[in-house]
């Protein structure tokens, strides 16, 4: 039951949000994705006066997707920053903000912009502490969401996992849920090494289950620290943002097969928990990959590197499959753009491939 | 004090005078002897006058010059030159790797600017960055250690010639035109800590086509940011002259809605000055912000030494090479003996 509503509720419809609040008992939070994201800068906004927000449309228009919202209201001109649209410029002045002393929140209205600014990113601010031998920190949150939405063709739909997780001095975070984009928010502003937050767009409408300990205002997650979603003994399924989804869905129906799966949430691709992955891998001696982004030099790719360089590949019972985007432009056309990404039935496939079942 | 001083002087030339008829060196006198209490304590200069754009009126057309402050910048200045020309060496010899982009010709840009504004004022600029490194207050040796690879470089020889980082000095900056954008971004901290202090971003003729530069421009003027951009014009972007690169050449009136000066690079005292009027500007929070354009031509040759030691021992007029005085040969014997400018 649990599972088919999790389906219903991911479809993001608000009905349905009101309906399960009087399904569900009052102690147990359901909280959508941008709210947890809106509630974490607010918290890490009031608390530090150094840490304040910019972007296109954040302030008076309660940010281009609602993340946002009412945080111009209550912080003013100042502290929530409207820029036109000039990404390399504003992205560089958030870096040039963050090494006089400022914690920035750097918000691109999706990281296919990101790529407008790359060097701001890549060359001003991750690069700069090891350059300056910790001269010079740079204190800065890129965030945004990334990845395919809906519809939004081929210039708007680039998973940027790979790309910044290539590069040392940057730290790079995707979380799933709503706790994780809690604690993990919180967890990079208050770092002071640039991060790359990749949130994803499709799930910021989705309610999810927060405990107790989730709402305490210092409550953060561990950057570099994966979580595993579900325990399993036949197959480990490693995964980051929407996909762990994905991932839960395809467990709960291989499950009524006698196939148990075992979903690990990244968290954090760089630095990537590999010993959480081991350890799952040489307890399964399988395991299959799920991400949105392209193949080649993927997420997926990394992964079976680490897998093979480490000490879980004595363990391995069957080549590690990876279940990625289509390697093709994302296309317009529904059907098209459903079968470019990873479905529920694709994760299904690999892992009967990989257990010969 | 100066009657002391000049009872003093006096006194020892004739002492000199008795013990020199006395002594060894039959014949010899002292002519005439110099002391402290001659030397002009001060002097004023006339100074270029600096185009403007969207600007009422410009810095003033005279400069005063103590002699403290003359020989500050002449030791500056000195300091530089002499620093580039041995890394310039040490790139011949390969002792220093990769790029090194020397500062030599332009020093009279960075003391200028450096007495203008105020330590805990910011700066940052690109690559040719090592005459600012010294006068932001990291030491020679520490500049040419870096330079070198060496533990005891500014950035532990992690850096190299582009990347050396000091308190309220952010680099050096290797990609052109990066680091205009993260010099608006330390004037908004500056505007966002309400601390006065302002920001001197600089670039070069080259970056002055780069995009970004616009972007930051933009958001400069309207979020009235504390930041003063330099164009330093040496005519060449790399082997490029600005007539082949730029549709434009008014680097000053490039910055559109944002005020600029033209001034002569090559002398520290219209530098200082424009810098000053520039930094005023933006600390009185009248518009914010201000473009300021400097000529400066790089050194032709490297045997172009900056003064020759004879020079110095006559009495004739000298062109110290970015430190220009009014060519009044006793103004400058008036200013300085000999001796303290030879070291």
Same mark, same amino acid.
């Given at each position: 039951?649990?599972?088919?509503?999790?389906?219903? =509720?991911?479809?993001?419809?608000?009905?349905?949000?009101?309906?399960?609040?009087?399904?569900?008992?009052?102690?147990?939070?359901? *909280?959508?994705?941008?709210?947890?994201?809106?509630?974490?800068?607010?918290?890490? =906004?009031?608390?530090? !006066?150094?840490?304040?927000?910019?972007?296109?449309?954040?302030?008076?228009?309660?940010?281009?997707?609602?993340?946002?919202?009412?945080?111009?209201?209550?912080?003013?001109?100042?502290?929530?920053?409207?820029?036109?649209?000039?990404?390399?410029?504003?992205?560089?002045?958030?870096?040039?903000? +963050?090494?006089?002393?400022?914690?920035?929140?750097?918000?691109? $209205?999706?990281?296919?912009?990101?790529?407008?600014?790359?060097?701001?990113?890549?060359?001003?601010?991750?690069?700069?502490?090891?350059? @300056?031998?910790?001269?010079?920190?740079?204190?800065?949150?890129?965030?945004?969401?990334?990845?395919?939405? +809906?519809?939004?063709?081929?210039?708007?739909?680039?998973?940027?996992?790979?790309?910044?997780?290539?590069?040392?001095?940057?730290?790079? /975070?995707?979380?799933?849920?709503?706790?994780?984009?809690?604690?993990?928010?919180?967890?990079?502003?208050?770092?002071?090494?640039?991060?790359?937050?990749?949130?994803?767009?499709?799930?910021?409408?989705?309610?999810?289950?927060?405990?107790?300990?989730?709402?305490?205002?210092?409550?953060?997650?561990?950057?570099?620290?994966?979580?595993?979603?579900?325990?399993?003994?036949?197959?480990?399924?490693?995964?980051?943002?929407?996909? /762990?989804?994905?991932?839960?869905? &395809?467990?709960? *129906?291989?499950?009524?097969?006698?196939?148990?799966?075992?979903?690990?949430?990244?968290?954090?691709?760089?630095?990537?928990?590999?010993?959480?992955?081991?350890? %799952?891998?040489?307890?399964?001696?399988?395991?299959?990959?799920?991400?949105?982004?392209?193949?080649?030099?993927?997420?997926?790719?990394?992964?079976?590197?680490?897998?093979? !360089?480490?000490?879980?590949?004595?363990?391995?019972?069957?080549? /590690?499959?990876?279940?990625?985007?289509?390697?093709?432009? $994302?296309?317009?056309?529904?059907?098209?753009?459903?079968?470019? =990404?990873?479905?529920?039935?694709?994760?299904?496939?690999?892992?009967?491939?990989?257990?010969?079942? | 004090?100066?009657?002391?001083?000049?009872?003093?002087?006096?006194?020892?030339?004739?002492?000199?005078?008795?013990?020199?008829?006395?002594?060894?060196?039959?014949?010899?006198?002292?002519?005439? %002897?110099? @002391?402290?209490?001659?030397?002009?304590?001060?002097?004023?200069?006339?100074?270029?006058?600096?185009?403007?754009?969207?600007?009422?009126?410009?810095?003033?057309?005279?400069?005063?010059?103590?002699?403290?402050?003359?020989?500050?910048?002449?030791?500056? $200045?000195?300091? *530089?030159?002499?620093?580039?020309?041995?890394?310039?060496? =040490?790139?011949?010899?390969?002792?220093?790797?990769?790029?090194?982009?020397?500062?030599?010709?332009?020093?009279?840009?960075?003391?200028?600017?450096?007495?203008?504004?105020?330590?805990?004022?910011?700066?940052?600029?690109?690559?040719?960055?090592?005459?600012?490194?010294?006068?932001?207050?990291?030491?020679?040796?520490?500049?040419?250690?870096?330079?070198?690879?060496?533990?005891?470089?500014?950035?532990?020889?992690?850096?190299? %010639?582009?990347?050396?980082?000091?308190?309220?000095?952010?680099?050096?900056?290797?990609?052109?035109?990066?680091?205009?954008?993260?010099?608006?971004?330390?004037?908004?901290?500056?505007?966002?800590?309400?601390?006065?202090?302002?920001?001197?971003?600089?670039?070069?003729?080259? +970056?002055?086509?780069?995009?970004?530069?616009?972007?930051?421009?933009? $958001?400069?003027?309207?979020?009235?940011?504390?930041?003063?951009?330099?164009?330093?014009?040496?005519?060449?972007?790399?082997?490029?002259?600005?007539?082949?690169?730029? &549709?434009?050449?008014?680097?000053?009136?490039?910055?559109?809605?944002?005020?600029?000066?033209?001034?002569?690079?090559?002398? /520290?005292?219209?530098?200082?000055?424009?810098? #000053?009027? &520039?930094?005023?500007?933006?600390?009185?929070? #009248?518009?914010?912000?201000?473009?300021?354009?400097?000529?400066?031509?790089?050194?032709?040759?490297?045997?172009? &030494?900056?003064?020759?030691?004879?020079?110095?021992?006559?009495?004739?007029?000298?062109?110290?090479?970015?430190?220009?005085?009014?060519?009044?040969?006793?103004?400058?014997?008036?200013?300085?003996? @000999?001796?303290?400018?030879?070291?």
């Amino acid at each position: 039951m649990a599972a088919s509503l999790r389906c219903f =509720l991911r479809s993001g419809k608000v009905g349905t949000f009101l309906v399960i609040l009087k399904l569900f008992p009052s102690d147990c939070r359901l *909280v959508t994705v941008r709210d947890a994201l809106n509630q974490a800068m607010d918290e890490e =906004l009031e608390r530090d !006066e150094r840490v304040f927000l910019l972007g296109e449309e954040v302030a008076q228009y309660d940010g281009a997707y609602k993340v946002s919202r009412g945080l111009w209201k209550k912080y003013g001109d100042k502290r929530i920053i409207d820029t036109p649209i000039s990404e390399m410029g504003f992205a560089g002045i958030a870096v040039g903000a +963050a090494m006089a002393g400022l914690r920035p929140i750097c918000e691109f $209205m999706t990281f296919n912009f990101s790529m407008q600014a790359i060097d701001q990113v890549i060359n001003s601010a991750a690069k700069t502490y090891y350059m @300056s031998a910790g001269l010079q920190p740079v204190p800065i949150v890129f965030r945004g969401p990334n990845g395919a939405s +809906a519809g939004v063709a081929a210039q708007h739909s680039q998973c940027f996992a790979a790309w910044y997780a290539h590069c040392p001095g940057l730290k790079v /975070v995707s979380p799933w849920n709503s706790e994780d984009a809690r604690g993990l928010l919180k967890a990079a502003i208050r770092d002071d090494n640039p991060v790359v937050f990749l949130e994803n767009e499709l799930l910021y409408g989705v309610p999810f289950e927060m405990s107790d300990e989730s709402q305490s205002k210092d409550f953060t997650i561990p950057i570099g620290k994966a979580k595993v979603e579900r325990q399993g003994s036949h197959v480990t399924l490693v995964s980051h943002s929407r996909f /762990v989804g994905h991932c839960l869905d &395809a467990a709960a *129906v291989l499950a009524k097969e006698g196939v148990d799966c075992e979903v690990i949430n990244l968290r954090t691709i760089r630095p990537m928990d590999v010993e959480c992955i081991e350890g %799952s891998v040489m307890k399964t001696n399988h395991l299959v990959t799920v991400e949105g982004g392209w193949p080649q030099f993927g997420v997926g790719a990394e992964i079976c590197a680490r897998i093979m !360089e480490g000490p879980a590949f004595n363990f391995l019972d069957a080549p /590690v499959t990876r279940v990625t985007g289509v390697d093709i432009p $994302m296309p317009y056309a529904k059907i098209l753009e459903e079968n470019s =990404l990873p479905q529920v039935k694709d994760i299904i496939f690999s892992v009967k491939k990989t257990l010969n079942v | 004090m100066k009657t002391m001083l000049a009872i003093i002087s006096n006194a020892l030339c004739r002492i000199t005078g008795r013990s020199a008829v006395s002594g060894s060196t039959l014949g010899a006198r002292v002519v005439a %002897s110099r @002391s402290l209490s001659d030397f002009t304590p001060q002097a004023t200069f006339d100074i270029k006058k600096c185009d403007v754009h969207r600007l009422e009126a410009g810095p003033p057309v005279r400069a005063e010059l103590t002699r403290e402050q003359g020989l500050q910048y002449y030791r500056t $200045m000195q300091t *530089v030159r002499r620093m580039e020309l041995k890394a310039d060496q =040490l790139y011949k010899q390969k002792i220093i790797r990769g790029f090194c982009h020397l500062y030599d010709g332009q020093e009279a840009c960075a003391a200028g600017i450096e007495a203008a504004i105020n330590p805990s004022d910011h700066l940052i600029t690109a690559y040719r960055a090592h005459g600012y490194t010294f006068t932001r207050g990291v030491s020679i040796r520490e500049i040419l250690a870096e330079l070198t690879g060496r533990r005891g470089g500014v950035a532990k020889g992690k850096g190299g %010639s582009m990347h050396m980082y000091a308190p309220h000095f952010y680099g050096g900056n290797g990609i052109v035109g990066a680091q205009v954008p993260l010099g608006a971004g330390i004037a908004l901290a500056c505007q966002y800590q309400g601390n006065n202090q302002i920001c001197v971003t600089l670039y070069g003729d080259g +970056a002055a086509n780069q995009g970004q530069l616009f972007e930051t421009f933009n $958001m400069a003027a309207l979020w009235k940011l504390p930041c003063i951009f330099v164009c330093e014009n040496n005519k060449y972007g790399m082997g490029t002259s600005v007539e082949r690169a730029s &549709a434009s050449t008014d680097y000053y009136k490039r910055g559109d809605f944002i005020p600029g000066l033209r001034v002569d690079g090559m002398d /520290v005292l219209c530098v200082r000055e424009a810098a #000053k009027f &520039a930094a005023d500007h933006c600390r009185a929070g #009248k518009v914010s912000e201000a473009l300021l354009l400097l000529l400066a031509m790089r050194a032709p040759a490297r045997g172009d &030494a900056i003064l020759g030691r004879h020079a110095f021992l006559g009495i004739t007029p000298v062109r110290v090479k970015g430190l220009t005085f009014a060519n009044v040969s006793s103004l400058i014997c008036d200013f300085y003996g @000999s001796s303290e400018l030879l070291h």
